[in-house]
């Protein structure tokens, strides 16, 4: 089963973040260092989502909430620069192979990956579940790579560019986990201002995954982003020129119990973030 979720972040002016991930484009367009222009670009290429083959200029504009006469600018201007391809029947475009060579350049050169990848893999075979690693993008979780087992009979696989929310995921509950108080404490009041219904059983969810990492290096999302799925997660803090990253080992909620990411699969997950963490030491 190749379970893969999209996370909209809306198609208003307000839904247009700056580097971030909390200022609003208008908010940033003050500062005499931001590239307003670059910026807009920079939001139609993120417009195109996991399951969109083709968008139009409408689309975008929605999206974006930039005027439509503007994303036809920046739609051409995209274009002749390999970011965008054109589809002249549909009148539509895709995204071109120059956002790939971005996407996969950062990939390759994230030494972190080439060193957990195996370590992953070995975890996913014992679990008999997906071991994944993502990291932080805006308001949400960004899945960069997983591994599975293949002996499996249920499978959570989510393809790198996956997208996951940070409050009710143990992949997201991780990063809040490995943040520094004051950018914890920043991001939880953008998460409650995002969704003020849900805020009250975010912010439990959140201080139990505090208390878990602190008593013992992991937390869990039991049926907190979906009640069929448990998972566990496990910060990695910034090391080897690396950003924080988060490990997580997801499945089924009848594949995986709760005491057995708590007694087994949780220890052995720290076990995997302090090995990288000590042979991304030496690179």
Not at 61 to 81: D, E, I
Not at 133 to 147: C, E
Request: hydrophobic content about 35%; overall charge neutral; aromatic content about 6%.
């Amino acid at each position: 089963m190749n379970d893969i979720t999209s996370l909209d972040n809306g198609g208003s002016k307000a839904g247009l973040i700056a580097m971030d991930g909390l200022d609003s484009l208008e908010e940033s367009s003050k500062d005499r260092q931001f590239v307003t222009a670059l910026a807009r670009g920079l939001e139609v290429l993120r417009c195109f989502r996991p399951r969109d083959r083709h968008l139009g200029n409408q689309d975008i504009a929605l999206r974006t909430g930039l005027p439509k006469p503007t994303v036809s600018r920046l739609t051409y201007t995209l274009t002749r620069m390999g970011y965008l391809y054109h589809d002249e029947k549909l009148g539509k475009y895709q995204l071109g192979t120059g956002v790939l060579s971005l996407g996969f350049s950062l990939l390759t050169n994230m030494d972190v990956l080439k060193i957990a990848r195996p370590l992953m893999q070995e975890l996913a075979d014992y679990s008999q579940t997906v071991v994944s690693v993502g990291t932080r993008d805006r308001h949400g979780m960004i899945y960069l790579d997983g591994r599975y087992s293949a002996d499996a009979t249920v499978s959570l696989r989510r393809e790198p560019g996956t997208r996951v929310p940070i409050a009710t995921t143990a992949m997201g509950r991780a990063l809040l986990c490995g943040l520094p108080q004051d950018e914890r404490e920043k991001l939880m009041d953008n998460i409650r201002q995002r969704d003020p219904e849900d805020w009250p059983k975010h912010k439990a969810g959140i201080e139990q995954a505090l208390r878990d990492y602190e008593e013992r290096g992991f937390c869990l999302s039991i049926g907190g982003w979906r009640n069929d799925v448990n998972a566990v997660g496990v910060p990695m803090l910034p090391i080897a020129g690396s950003r924080l990253l988060t490990f997580n080992c997801n499945a089924p909620s009848f594949v995986l119990r709760q005491h057995m990411l708590e007694d087994d699969i949780g220890p052995r997950l720290v076990n995997l973030v302090r090995t990288i963490e000590a042979e991304a030491a030496t690179y």
